[in-house]
């Protein structure tokens, strides 16, 4: 099958940076849509960033203009570069693909998730 390791969470002060890395493995062909997730505490998961294969994004507004998506196909990578952070972007952050798989096969993944939290 696929797995997906998430990576690059952890505590920063309001106004930081980090990066988040997501890397596919298994049996993988092709991968389309790639993208990430998040769930606060006591919320609904919701979409924050996607980027297509040939590189299309879509963004939630409240990131629009802090947060960057963007993917590595020959790493079978996506990445979040996500700046100016807010206490509100404090979350669960899951990354998501719809993989192709050797057997032809398509299945929709997720990872593990890791923790971002924004505080002084």
Same mark, same amino acid.
Do not use: H
């Given at each position: 099958?696929?797995?997906? &390791? ?12 980090? $990066?988040?890395?997501? &890397?596919?493995?298994?049996? /993988?062909?092709? /991968? ?7 769930? !606060? ?7 924050? !960033? $996607?980027? *297509? #294969?040939?590189? #299309?994004?879509?963004?939630?507004? #409240? ?5 960057? /998506?963007? $993917? ?11 700046? #100016? ?5 404090? !979350? !669960? ?20 998730? *890791?923790?971002?939290? &924004?505080?002084?």
């Amino acid at each position: 099958q696929v797995q997906l &390791v998430e990576s690059g969470g952890g505590l920063v002060q309001p106004g930081g940076s980090l $990066r988040l890395s997501c &890397v596919a493995s298994g049996s /993988i062909f092709s /991968i389309n849509g790639m993208g990430w997730y998040r769930q !606060a505490s006591g919320k609904q998961r919701e979409l924050v !960033a $996607r980027i *297509t #294969s040939g590189g #299309s994004t879509t963004y939630v507004d #409240s990131v629009k203009g802090r947060f960057t /998506i963007s $993917r590595d196909n020959a790493k079978n990578t996506v990445y979040l570069q996500m700046n #100016s952070l807010k206490p509100e972007d404090t !979350a !669960a952050y899951y990354c998501n693909t719809n993989t192709q798989l050797l057997s032809g096969r398509y299945l929709e993944v997720w990872g593990q998730g *890791t923790l971002v939290t &924004v505080s002084s």
